[in-house]
């Protein structure tokens, strides 16, 4: 049974900086896509960023590009989101995600993923 669960989330001013964490648990981890998607209140579920497995090759949202920074410990069985430069509107619930089959592409559709954590919660003030 695979298990995500996200931890890291929290208050932060806008400027600073949160790290979130998403330990994986039930399958071969370096084999397969890991995602991070929020979503803020009223609003749909939106791509942040994703990491293949081997490769480690990236992708990100234009909202997120060059402040946010995804990267994994294939050893520890866990994806990171470091968030810099945070801003009021990147408040949102944020999960970690990946999908049922291996070695697939970077997708930034969440009907690309299979599997979900329970999300955390990051919240900016201005």
């Known amino acids: 049974q695979v298990q995500l669960v996200e931890s890291g989330g929290g208050l932060v001013q806008a400027g600073g900086s949160l790290r979130l964490s998403c330990a994986a648990s039930g399958r071969t981890f370096s084999m397969y896509v890991m995602g991070w998607f929020r979503q803020a209140p009223g609003k749909g579920r939106e791509f942040v960023a994703a990491i293949s497995g081997r490769s480690g090759s990236t992708r990100y949202a234009d909202s997120v590009n060059g402040r946010f920074t995804i990267s994994r410990d294939n050893a520890k069985n866990t994806v990171y989101l470091q968030m810099n430069s945070l801003k009021p509107e990147d408040t949102a619930v944020y999960s970690c995600?990946?999908?049922?089959?291996?070695?697939?592409?970077?997708?930034?559709?969440?009907?690309?993923?299979?599997?979900w954590g329970q999300g955390t919660q990051v919240t900016v003030s201005s």
């Open positions: 995600a990946s999908p049922k089959s291996p070695f697939g592409s970077t997708g930034n559709n969440p009907q690309d993923y299979d599997y």
